[in-house]
């Protein structure tokens, strides 16, 4: 079965940095776009990123551009987000999820990132 | 980036109501738009994908209809396992989510 299992988060300052990882299995990862969301606690849902199944096209809210970056390794079906500059408002469970390009079918259970002095 | 409009933002039901949540696009979308179910402190699961289609192993008492920019998602008969915060999510363009309606027992 599919499974997506989120990895990385934790506590960080503003201005730091977080690398956050998704190991897939259960699917034919190379041939999926893969997406990064994020819910703020208490609050709806917001896209981060996603990223095309070659990583040929990748794609950011302006809320994260330049500060965020996605990328995936098909080898270890693996998919990434590096996030530095790191804001409060970026506090939030992360998310990845199977998709990008329409609907998102499978997601992950969520890493919880906070960021805070 | 297109805003995406759910209403209500809240409602209350009881068992074996009929529920309608509407979500509105700020401009044309034709059929790019999906629902979701979140429970608490859970992740999203996949109801319905383009506009209508019933995600596999979802109920049949939920069904979405419509197009261009207002689109339904209906809940038949409610069951308990129903109450949770539904969102939709257009995939036109660049992805937006609406803000969720809440779906709390009367």
């Known amino acids: 079965q599919v499974q997506l299992v989120e990895s990385g988060g934790g506590l960080v300052k503003p201005g730091g940095s977080l690398r956050l990882s998704c190991a897939a299995s259960?699917?034919?990862?190379?041939?999926?776009?893969m997406s990064w969301i994020r819910q703020a606690p208490g609050k709806g849902l917001e896209w981060v990123s996603y990223?095309?199944?070659?990583?040929?096209?990748?794609d950011y809210p302006d809320s994260v551009k330049g500060r965020f970056t996605i990328s995936r390794d098909n080898a270890k079906n693996s998919l990434y987000l590096q996030m530095s500059s790191l804001r409060v408002e970026d506090t939030a469970v992360y998310y990845c999820?199977?998709?990008?390009?329409?609907?998102?079918?499978?997601w992950g259970q969520g890493t919880l990132v906070t960021v805070s002095s | 980036d297109i805003q995406m409009t759910q209403s209500p933002s809240s409602l209350s039901a009881s068992v074996g109501d009929r529920v309608t949540i509407t979500c509105r696009a700020s401009?044309?979308?034709?059929?790019?738009l999906h629902w979701y179910q979140q429970k608490p402190g859970k992740a999203p699961k996949l109801l319905i994908y383009?506009?209508?289609a019933l995600q596999s192993g979802v109920p049949s008492r939920f069904s979405g209809s419509g197009s261009g920019t207002e689109f339904t998602l209906t809940i038949s008969s409610l069951q308990p396992e129903d109450f949770a915060t539904y969102y939709c999510?257009?995939?036109?363009?660049?992805?937006?989510f609406g803000g969720g309606t809440k779906v709390e027992i009367k």
């Open positions: 999820a199977r998709g990008g390009n329409g609907w998102l079918d499978f």
């Open positions: 259960g699917f034919p990862f190379s041939d999926y776009y």
């Open positions: 990223i095309s199944s070659t990583s040929s096209y990748t």
């Open positions: 401009q044309t979308i034709s059929r790019y």
């Open positions: 383009a506009a209508s």
């Open positions: 999510h257009q995939s036109y363009s660049t992805l937006t």
